[in-house]
């Protein structure tokens, strides 16, 4: 079945889909716009504005109507206004490696800590300044505690999060074109650390840069193939299952949703300054059927 347009966005990089199940609504992000937007079938599309590029959201289970967000500075809790603004509480600050950096993808581990990658904004330079944070509740940000804790480093574009159904597999990707790389790590769910890091998929020689993903429940990596047009499915051994096709080349993260998580809805990258005649959709979003069920997302501070 054909990909079905959800939405003409037109988002410069939509990014971060996630479903409310409660709301039975999907959310996600235009980074550069510094939107929050929200689609639900009978009420149609919502949008709220930042002071920074938001990035990556999950939301809180703590505070409900709240959002946690990877943002350019640090992370933040944001909440929706009537005036379509979002107020922001700072949650953590972060040191970046070099300036004119941003938070990238991410999301929540199964026991709802909070998971996001760096990137330096001029991904072209290809500099190895990315780094991998995490955030739980309870952490102060008092003075000698960020309230972020840097996990790992070395990355270009930290990409690709997500956790095996159980919880006991983290992957992590590096969407670079020098990298496009898939790595999965043991992870322990009682203290929030990977290990054992190995490869998990080299894409390669595979179409597509390694983009966000999502998890089903038989433990398939879902992960979008920008530049291609695909969404691709590996088993956990790391075989490629399936590909399906969206109708824009710049697919960037993909989530299940709908009342039975039955949906993979897709995000995209409408690129500036580039002739769009071949794909006019770019920066929509759209709706797979793929035959597969998703596992739900976690909140933040479950």
């Given at each position: 079945m054909p990909a079905e347009l959800v939405l003409d966005a037109r988002n410069a990089t939509g990014e971060s889909p996630v479903w409310h199940a409660r709301e039975q609504a999907l959310y996600w992000v235009d980074i550069p716009a510094r939107t929050l937007n929200r689609w639900h079938a009978g009420e149609g599309h919502a949008m709220w504005t930042a002071n920074e590029m938001i990035a990556c959201i999950a939301p809180r289970a703590d505070v409900p109507g709240e959002w946690i967000a990877g943002m350019e500075s640090g992370l933040f809790s944001l909440?929706?206004?009537?005036?379509?603004?979002?107020?922001?509480?700072?949650?953590?600050?972060v040191e970046h490696a070099m300036?004119?950096?941003?938070?990238?993808?991410?999301?929540?581990?199964?026991?709802?800590?909070?998971?996001?990658?760096?990137m330096l904004l001029d991904m072209s330079a290809g500099a190895r300044v990315g780094r991998l944070y995490s955030h739980a509740r309870g952490?102060?940000?008092?003075?000698?505690?960020?309230?972020?804790?840097?996990?790992?480093d070395d990355f270009i574009v930290p990409n690709g999060l997500a956790f095996s159904?159980?919880?006991?597999?983290?992957?992590l990707s590096d969407s670079h074109p020098t990298v496009q790389a898939v790595w999965a790590f043991d992870y322990d769910t009682d203290t929030g650390t990977p290990r054992n890091r190995r490869l998990f998929i080299d894409m390669q020689p595979l179409p597509g840069r390694p983009d966000g993903a999502a998890m089903d429940t038989d433990g398939c990596y879902w992960i979008c193939g920008n530049d291609a047009g695909l969404v691709h499915r590996f088993t956990p051994d790391g075989r490629l299952d399936r590909s399906l096709e969206v109708p824009v080349k710049k697919p960037a993260m993909c989530a299940f949703g709908g009342a039975g998580l039955d949906t993979l809805f897709v995000t995209s990258i409408r690129p500036g300054g580039i002739d769009l005649s071949d794909q006019p959709l770019a920066g929509g979003v759209f709706a797979l059927r793929p035959g597969a069920q998703?596992?739900?997302?976690?909140m933040f501070g479950t």
């Open positions: 909440k929706p206004q009537a005036d379509g603004t979002l107020a922001a509480t700072s949650l953590a600050k300036p004119a950096m941003r938070f990238n993808d991410g999301r929540c581990d199964r026991q709802g800590r909070f998971w996001a990658g760096t952490d102060t940000g008092d003075t000698g505690n960020t309230g972020a804790a840097l996990r790992m159904p159980d919880g006991r597999t983290m992957y998703g596992v739900a997302e976690p």
